[in-house]
């Protein structure tokens, strides 16, 4: 158990006035043992109780959780009810916070055998901890995003006239296999011309010519933390539409990261960026929140949005990502990693957002 | 929307007296729409009520939902109150039947905003219907299995001494690949010598030696649709041991199968192989039940085990896995994938079990 994580949930859980929570999503549990488990359908929780020393973490004997990991483990067999059990541990007397994932099968259950007095989703206690990285994990996120920038730079160089994008997506994999990565964060998004203005588009047939835009948002993983980057190339010419576009994007992802600092409203880095592409005339083609969090996962909670007052935290870790899109035409995106600082911010990702045309 | 489907879900609806039902996991919304949506943490949920014209699907404005799919969208946004949107539609006054994998922070929310009188766990609705596969599915599932097969016939190929596991893991990805697949069902389980005992092993540095088992249990998928397949091989050599048990295994797989048929109950199945294992003195060995459901996802509801009273019907899909596992010293697992078919089953995998000598 990694005692300051703890730590500073039971600090959250006290805000709250919890006593106890379960958790259950397998980054969650990993966050506070260390143990990595994915368990599929099947259930794997900690249980945690501030008040007294009463922590387990629930087994199923299908795992290989042999290390001793600080806290007591209750075994488990597929054919056992869990639910059942889990409750007989849990303090019928009190409010049981949940897991935000806790699926349905398992929360009706704990429900019926009143598990809890009531019941809240009590993520927010790891979450809000979870925002803030730790020394170890801020390593972590400026390695995986230095992979992923060296990624972006080895696959400009793949691109090539009549390419199609799912080849161009195979190209990256080799590329994050030769770097050693350990997978990656999401499948990567490889969109050519107007496929550039449909969200979330994935890699297809499409072949790529002259006079296209180039939108690649990719993410690797390493060590269980995942990059997030996105470049908009041109190939072999720029219109002076794109190009406008391009300097637009490239300005509101610049304005957005000068306001990062402690204390800033998230809302309000959202809204630099908002109000600057608005103001040019763009502000309906973009047609989402600037930012996320991200760190085991590639998205955490937390955002950077008009609906986020919170303000920023030293240790936070979020995206800045601009877009345009233009139905049929063309969409430009410019995307980093920022690690906010004592005093402004880092920005993980240090690849060139110089407007690139491809030859 | 697929009205065949949707007849059956219906009909189990009425069979269990609920109106309503909110399905959320992108596999049970994409087997009923045919539309492959992948959330991430975001909502997307289909809302079927079979009293009323009122089924809806619940679109976030970022997915790219375009297509006609005879439904109506109710769409929203990242910024809007999701939750009480739905339940602005849902019936209030009736039992609301909800997706096994729907997350507390929807379900906790629902329930606030009064969305149904009472709340139960309705994927049974659908999981019973996609228990028995439709012929496109059969189609699906034999097409995938046989790819499975050419891969395992391939990578026995490439089985070589001092070969770590993860370059045998990572030589199945370059033939998966060339073959065609979607990817994978799950993360290859390759394990050597007494990794092969370890439950859920993941490939590491363990090097290839003389006599060592070779423990494969894998599965690619394509058009949607989970291979899954484990055979054991033997490298060099086989002990005296290591063949008794192999032969075991062999058999209690082959009496597993040879019991399948329409009105077999499966535990009687698991049991026919976990009786036989056990009579010849390893039955504390074989740790796990005999098989699972498998479709879309490589675990779906249902097994193959003491719990389920359940009796086989055609059309269902699951695997026949017995095992033996010996700490310290080797595992052995054959696994097939069954077809119920109208008076026995359909083995969907080719791939020989006889003993297999690596050279």
């Known amino acids: 158990m990694n005692e300051k994580r703890l730590d500073r949930i039971y600090e959250i859980m006290g805000e709250k006035e919890l ?7 397998p980054f969650a549990v990993f966050y506070v043992t260390g143990k990595w488990q994915d368990p599929g359908e099947r259930f794997f929780g900690l249980y945690l109780n501030r008040t007294k020393n009463r922590n387990k973490l629930f087994v199923n004997r299908l795992f290989t959780v042999e290390e001793e990991l600080g806290v007591e483990k209750v075994w488990f067999s597929d054919t056992d009810n869990v639910m059942e059990l889990v409750s007989g541990y849990t303090d019928s007397s009190c409010t049981l916070g949940v897991d935000k994932n806790l699926p349905a099968r398992f929360l009706l259950p704990l429900m019926e055998y009143g598990a809890g007095l009531s019941y809240v989703n009590a993520s927010d206690c790891i979450d809000q901890v979870r925002s803030c990285k730790d020394e170890q994990e801020k390593g972590k996120m ?5 992979l992923n920038d060296k990624a972006i730079g080895l696959l400009s160089k793949k691109i090539r006239i009549g390419m199609k994008e799912t080849e161009l997506a195979q190209e990256l994999m080799q590329i994050y296999r030769e770097l050693g990565c350990d997978g990656v964060s999401f499948p990567p998004l490889i969109c050519f011309g107007a496929n550039a203005a449909v969200g979330h588009h994935e890699p ?3 072949t790529l010519s002259e006079g ?6 990719i ?3 390493k060590d ?3 990059a997030d980057m996105t470049r908009t190339f041109f190939f072999k010419s720029v219109s002076a539409r794109q190009k406008e576009v391009y300097e637009i994007i490239k300005e509101a992802n610049a304005k957005a990261e000068a306001l990062i600092r402690p204390g800033s409203k998230l809302c309000d880095i959202d809204k630099a960026a908002r109000e600057f592409i608005t103001d040019k005339g763009y502000g309906e083609y973009f047609t989402h929140r600037l930012g996320h969090f991200i760190g085991m996962e590639v998205h955490e909670k937390g955002d950077v949005s008009s609906a986020n007052q919170n303000e920023a935290k030293p240790g936070m870790i979020f995206s800045i990502e601009p877009g345009i899109y233009l139905p049929g035409e063309q969409g430009v995106r410019i995307e980093d990693l ?3 600082t004592e005093d402004g911010c880092e920005i993980l990702n240090s690849y060139p957002k110089e407007l690139l045309i491809i030859e």
């Open 338 to 340: 920022v690690l906010v």
């Open 224 to 226: 269980f933390y995942c």
């Open 19 to 25: 006593t106890q929570i379960l958790l259950t999503d």
């Open 142 to 146: 400026r390695a995986v995003s230095l």
């Open 204 to 206: 297809d047939d499409t």
């Open 212 to 217: 296209d835009c180039v939108l690649i948002d």
């Open 219 to 221: 993410g690797c993983k």
